[in-house]
């Protein structure tokens, strides 16, 4: 048995930008041209809406990313400048020291020479002081420069603290933050 449709049937095909839109076939599909064509227009916007949306998320994820690098980029240059101006200071404070110690050394020894010695000592030891203070403070931060001038702070103060400066000095309140300091790292090496 053959089915048979209601009514005849005709065969039309529509074509539009020289491909098939549509077939028409009478009494199963009517389709008209204005039908199609809204349909098209629908499913183009449809699809630039889709990916318009789409196309500003990647805009924006990309924009994010962007930021999120940069951000990166600029706490990574803080720290280095942070590092930088440690060094710098530290390197301030190791040339006055290695100044103190030249003009000490240009010192005649005896004791006519004892005020000018003195006066020099107390310079050397508020550079040791400001050192101290900042490592104290945790101005300076950075362990390797902290472990690199340990010896060097533990010398001056067993060396020249201890033996050169006068009694009152190393008796007195002068110097806490050295005193804090030797301390410290005297507790950390044993």
């Not at 009478?26 to 949306?53: A, C, P, Q």
């Not at 942070?82 to 200071?89: C, F, H, L, N, T």
Request: proline content about 3%; aromatic content about 14%.
């Amino acid at each position: 048995m053959e089915f048979e449709f209601p009514g005849p049937v005709v065969d039309v095909v529509v074509v539009k930008w020289s491909r098939p839109v549509a077939v028409i076939c009478d009494n199963w599909l009517r389709l008209d041209e204005s039908y199609v064509m809204r349909s098209t227009l629908k499913s183009y916007y449809t699809y630039k809406s889709i990916h318009g949306n789409l196309f500003s998320d990647y805009i924006q994820i990309i924009v994010a990313a962007i930021y999120a690098i940069a951000l990166f980029f600029t706490i990574v240059t803080f720290q280095r400048s942070k590092r930088i101006d440690q060094i710098a200071s530290l390197g301030d404070v190791m040339n006055e020291l290695r100044d103190v110690d030249r003009e000490l050394a240009k010192i005649s020894s005896g004791p006519q020479y004892d005020e000018v010695r003195s006066q020099w000592f107390s310079r050397m030891f508020n550079s040791l002081e400001w050192l101290s203070f900042m490592i104290n403070e945790k101005i300076m931060t950075d362990k390797k420069l902290v472990e690199f001038i340990k010896p060097m702070i533990i010398r001056y103060y067993d060396d020249t603290f201890l033996k050169s400066a006068a009694v009152i000095e190393r008796d007195s309140d002068n110097y806490p933050q050295f005193k804090k300091l030797y301390q410290a790292l005297k507790s950390k090496s044993k």
